[in-house]
């Protein structure tokens, strides 16, 4: 599945972005903070090229690997730059390893030929749409480090994350309410363009019904939030559930369509 659909561009291009995700992931206790550092940055723009080349290169491809590829790349680059203003967060290890497993996966499923666009919107709905999923998951690696450090002050330990716990739930809230923005400004571009994005009135598939509990399970954490002060435990789930309702509605649709079903959408 890899070598027939991938060209050797693109698949040195991927190999090499992997393998350099995959030395501080494996290597972290013997490197250096500034070797691990640099190893990163030139993962992430081998990253960059790899998705480059596959939406831009001699067949450009979609779906939802290359979907994930691109959000763990978009959480990468969140994280580069929140360690610029706070060099004492520390996820390198697990962003690491989430960058290999999204190359490799986007590598594996390269998803299916992109067709040439009739519409001028369609590049807008997918930059939203996309940019919302990476919001969301720089979301859900706060939530998760606040679980962390929550569990580390039960048990009277050092906070591994690095970072306050306050400081961890404000920005968790951050890039909750940044992505439910863009997820709002995607289905309202759904709504008034479906018709000149894919040639159909709106309508109620699989895809439209997940992005619509994904918003209702958001609005309902910050309005929670706002009104009533929601934060910890049932925040953290708010905001896995939420996130789980968007991933099924594009990544789910098109993993069924692509690997379960063998078609293009």
Do not use: C, N
């Amino acid at each position: 599945m890899i070598l027939s659909s991938a060209s050797p561009a693109g698949l040195a291009l991927s190999v090499a972005a992997a393998a350099a995700y995959a030395v501080p992931a494996a290597g972290s206790a013997r490197l250096s903070d500034t070797a691990a550092k640099r190893v990163l940055v030139a993962a992430w723009f081998l990253h960059a090229a790899a998705l480059a080349w596959s939406l831009l290169g001699d067949t450009p491809r979609f779906g939802f690997a290359p979907a994930l590829s691109v959000t763990a790349w978009l959480v990468l680059t969140v994280y580069t730059v929140e360690r610029q203003l706070f060099p004492q967060l520390q996820a390198r290890l697990a962003l690491a390893g989430l960058g290999a497993a999204a190359v490799l996966l986007a590598l594996a499923f390269p998803g299916t030929p992109l067709h040439v666009s009739t519409s001028p919107w369609l590049p807008l709905h997918w930059a939203l749409g996309i940019a919302s999923y990476g919001l969301f998951a720089a979301a859900v690696v706060h939530a998760w480090l606040m679980q962390r450090v929550e569990r580390t002050i039960r048990h009277a330990a050092e906070p591994q994350a690095g970072l306050p716990l306050l400081t961890l739930e404000r920005l968790t809230f951050r890039f909750a309410t940044a992505g439910f923005v863009l997820l709002s400004a995607t289905l309202l571009a759904g709504v008034f363009f479906s018709e000149v994005l894919y040639g159909r009135a709106w309508r109620w598939d699989h895809k439209t019904v997940f992005s619509v509990l994904s918003w209702i399970a958001f609005a309902l954490l910050l309005l929670g939030r706002a009104r009533f002060g929601l934060r910890g435990k049932r925040a953290v789930q708010a905001i896995y559930v939420g996130s789980l309702l968007l991933l099924l509605a594009y990544v789910g649709s098109r993993f069924v369509l692509e690997v379960v079903l063998r078609r293009a959408a």
